[in-house]
T-cell receptor, first 114, second 112 residues
Framework: DQQVKQNSPSLSVQEGRISILNCDYTNSMFDYFLWYKKYPAEGPTFLISISSIKDKNEDGRFTVFLNKSAKHLSLHIVPSQPGDSAVYFCAASARETSGSRLTFGEGTQLTVNP | DSGVTQTPKHLITATGQRVTLRCSPRSGDLSVYWYQQSLDQGLQFLIQYYNGEERAKGNILERFSAQQFPDLHSELNLSSLELGDSALYFC???????????FGPGTRLTVT
């Protein structure tokens, strides 16, 4: 049962344009969401997070949007840079049930072309 | 650099053997988490410790065990290794549960 899904395995955008990465979840108990970036042979790097009491959180070029009714979140990167090319994972946790373990999506490979 | 360290970086061993993976969390972080990333399973939560006590358990096999020591470092013990245990094992830490987790570089385990 895949509780967190990233339906696009890959995304390619031009440098300077917006990258939009999407994530859907099924578990209504999830109340904290995070995005991680991962380069090959490295551990995931935390990017940005959002609590379920918010619908938007912004940090520099990165903005995460949460639509609780649709159980959907997205990560916007503006402007995209070649160094952003990596695998992006969304993750979710549920305060009540799981001791804050993270449930990860499958990842989306973002390629930013110069 | 996340501040989380893991040793060793690579480990090659034979089926049936036992290995220990080590993790040192970021300074000040009390929570330690272990995750497994295999080719067909993605990142899967194994187990969490908070200030020395087990806090949550995921799909961790009975052949696997972990502990967190008084100095807050953690070890993941994998025994009776099988080919299917070959994976990347990540440790993460956070200052407390329900906050952002910071990942180490991982240990790549190859079972031959």
């Amino acid at each position: 049962d895949q509780q967190v899904k990233q339906n696009s395995p890959s995304l390619s955008v031009q440098e300077g344009r917006i990258s939009i990465l999407n994530c859907d979840y099924t578990n209504s108990m999830f109340d904290y969401f995070l995005w991680y970036k991962k380069y090959p042979a490295e551990g995931p790097t935390f990017l940005i997070s959002i609590s379920s009491i918010k619908d938007k959180n912004e940090d520099g070029r990165f903005t995460v949007f949460l639509n609780k009714s649709a159980k959907h979140l997205s990560l916007h990167i503006v402007p995209s840079q070649p160094g952003d090319s990596a695998v992006y994972f969304c993750a979710a946790s549920a305060r009540e049930t799981s001791g804050s373990r993270l449930t990860f999506g499958e990842g989306t490979q973002l390629t930013v072309n110069p | 650099d996340s501040g989380v360290t893991q040793t060793p970086k690579h480990l090659i061993t034979a089926t049936g053997q036992r290995v220990t993976l080590r993790c040192s969390p970021r300074s000040g972080d009390l929570s330690v988490y272990w995750y497994q990333q295999s080719l067909d399973q993605g990142l899967q939560f194994l187990i969490q410790y908070y200030n020395g006590e087990e806090r949550a358990k995921g799909n961790i096999l009975e052949r696997f065990s972990a502990q967190q020591f008084p100095d807050l470092h953690s070890e993941l013990n994998l025994s009776s290794l099988e080919l299917g245990d070959s994976a990347l094992y990540f440790c993460a830490s956070s200052v407390r549960p329900l906050r952002e987790q910071y990942f180490g570089p991982g240990t790549r385990l190859t079972v031959t």
